[in-house]
């Protein structure tokens, strides 16, 4: 009796074990997402940041004041942007 009781008892513990860690996980994926690098799977360079910053109000500025700008001037706001980050040898990127 004491054996298998003992056995009963291992194994319990294990399943709570295993159990509390799917838990633990479930909380902390949301936060640790930010600190995976991306080779490994995490957020992309050009990703949006998380809602609740400063920084995320201010994204959303530039965002509504993208929109509302005319198509034109859109355009050739993007132009320029991409001219300033473009490579610096000259040549068009495909």
């Known amino acids: ?7 009963l008892l291992i194994l319990l513990a294990l399943s709570a074990g295993l159990a509390g860690c799917g838990t633990i996980n479930e909380k902390l994926s949301a936060g640790a997402g930010d600190y995976v690098p991306q080779w490994a799977g995490g ?23 993208k929109r509302l700008m005319p198509a034109a001037d859109r355009e050739k706001e993007e132009q320029a ?4 980050t473009g490579p610096a040898s000259g040549t068009a990127v495909r």
Not at 1 to 7: G, L
Not at 43 to 65: C, F, H, I, N, V
Not at 81 to 84: I, R, V
Request: proline share 15%; net charge positive.
């Open 1 to 7: 009796m004491p054996k298998s009781f003992r056995s």
């Open 43 to 65: 957020l992309p360079s050009d990703a949006p940041p998380r809602a609740g910053t400063p920084q995320y109000d201010a994204y959303m500025k530039e965002r509504e004041r």
């Open 81 to 84: 942007e991409k001219g300033a």
